[in-house]
């Protein structure tokens, strides 16, 4: 079992900036591929950015590339989402997400944790 617990959320002006973090605890987060995903009143669920084990591959959505950096510290047991030159349209719910497999762009995640609220003004 991984337990998630994300935070960093809050209220930020169009333009700002946010750093989420994703804490893990249980089985080794060395172990596992990480993925953020999001969701926005009204729709689904969708994907974020993802990183491999090792933190040697990352992956975004077309969305975020170039504002958001996702990295891990493994010796931390956490990940973070690192959100520049945040627009409106990123407000949602942040889930990270954990699986053993390679990172994935879909939602076959193994654990999910409770979410964080990100708002980001106009």
């Known amino acids: 079992q991984v337990q998630l617990v994300e935070s960093g959320g809050g209220l930020v002006q169009a333009g700002g900036s946010l750093r989420l973090s994703c804490a893990a605890s249980g089985r080794t987060l060395s172990r596992q591929s990480m993925g953020w995903f999001r969701q926005a009143p009204g729709k689904e669920r969708a994907f974020v950015a993802a990183?491999?084990?090792?933190?040697?591959?990352?992956y975004y959505a077309d969305s975020v590339k170039g504002r958001f950096t996702i990295s891990r510290d493994n010796a931390k047991n956490t990940v973070y989402l690192q959100m520049n030159s945040l627009k409106p349209e990123d407000t949602a719910v942040y889930y990270c997400a954990a699986r053993q497999g390679a990172p994935s762009l879909y939602y076959d995640y193994d654990y999910w944790g409770q979410g964080t609220q990100v708002t980001v003004s106009s």
């Open positions: 990183i491999s084990r090792s933190g040697s591959s990352t």
